[in-house]
Structure formats: structure tokens, C-alpha cells
């Protein structure tokens, strides 16, 4: 960890937070970590602490973000329940055009829309989370009341 800058996505969300009156501080690691397994052995953290970020497009074309525990697959079928209409998975084009940022670094906040958002219910039994912050080199620890503030989603039962 060294005293440079952040990269530009990470400063956006950092700004974000500021904004949003948290304050976390965005560290980027010399290491990516594009999945919840690599992003807990960066942190020194359990897999089920990291808050990973997954978006999904809803048949009527509305961008769906479910922030949920590195430790579970998302059931489809709860989060079309939640949001009351069938969703499938989102490419790369369409999450970047929703959120601003490229899978393997979606922040939960700082969106370049509006998403319908859903957070996982198991992130709450911890003290701390960790969540991406705009680059899979960049990720930020905050309480999990704070992500679900943050977030602006419901907390849900979203695991398989």
C-alpha cells in the first residue's frame, strides 16, 4: 500500500462516500482481486465478509444490483420475487453503461443510473464488510448498516 493517488473510478467512489457522509477509505492493492475468494485473501478477511457486487437486467430492461456475501451464489428466483419480474444475467456493455464501473470492481453506491438494489441479508451478522471501490484493485471496509444506507436497497434473502 503506498501514498499514490487513486486510480480515477476509485476516486469517483471515494468521492461518493464522502458524499454519502461514510468514512471509509478506499485502498487499491497491488493485487486485482476479481473475486470474493482472491478479494478475502487480499484482506486477511472471511469470504462471507466480502460484499460482492453482482448486476442483473431485469426483462423490462431495468438494471438490478444484488450486493451479496462472497460465501453465496445468488438464488434468481428470490431476487425475481423481490423485484417482481423474471431477471437474467447482465454483460459487460450493459453493467458498465448502468453502473459506470467494470465487473470485478462495481462499488455500491456512485451508479451512473439509478439500480434497484438488494443486499444480501447474511452481510449484516458482521461488524464489517468489504466492498469494491470502482477497480478490482480497489476495495473499502465499512459496518454493514452503512452498506445497506449507502446502497440505497432492501436487505434480502438472496441466497441459494
Do not use: W
Not at 464522502?18 to 484482506?43: F, N
Not at 444484488?66 to 447482465?90: C, F, L, P, T
Not at 462499488?107 to 443486499?119: D, F, I, N, Q, S
Amino acid at each position: 500500500m503506498s501514498a499514490k493517488p487513486l486510480s480515477a473510478s476509485a476516486q469517483r467512489v471515494q468521492d461518493a462516500l464522502a458524499a454519502a457522509g461514510v468514512a471509509a477509505t478506499i485502498i487499491e492493492y497491488d493485487v486485482p482481486a476479481r473475486t470474493s475468494v482472491e478479494a478475502a485473501a487480499v484482506l486477511g478477511c472471511t469470504v462471507a465478509q466480502i460484499a460482492k457486487s453482482l448486476v442483473f437486467r431485469a426483462l423490462s430492461g431495468t438494471p438490478v444490483l444484488v450486493i451479496a456475501s462472497g460465501a453465496n451464489r445468488v438464488d434468481e428466483r428470490k431476487v425475481e420475487a423481490h423485484v417482481g419480474e423474471a431477471i437474467g444475467k447482465a454483460d459487460a456493455a450493459f453493467v458498465r453503461e448502468c453502473t459506470g464501473y467494470a465487473i470485478g470492481g462495481i462499488p455500491p453506491l456512485g451508479h451512473a443510473r439509478p439500480l434497484t438494489t438488494l443486499v444480501d441479508r447474511d452481510l449484516l451478522q458482521f461488524d464489517v464488510v468489504y466492498a469494491a471501490g470502482g477497480t478490482p484493485h480497489a476495495m473499502f471496509p465499512l459496518p454493514p448498516a452503512e452498506l445497506l444506507r449507502i446502497a440505497g436497497g432492501d436487505a434480502a434473502d438472496v441466497r441459494q
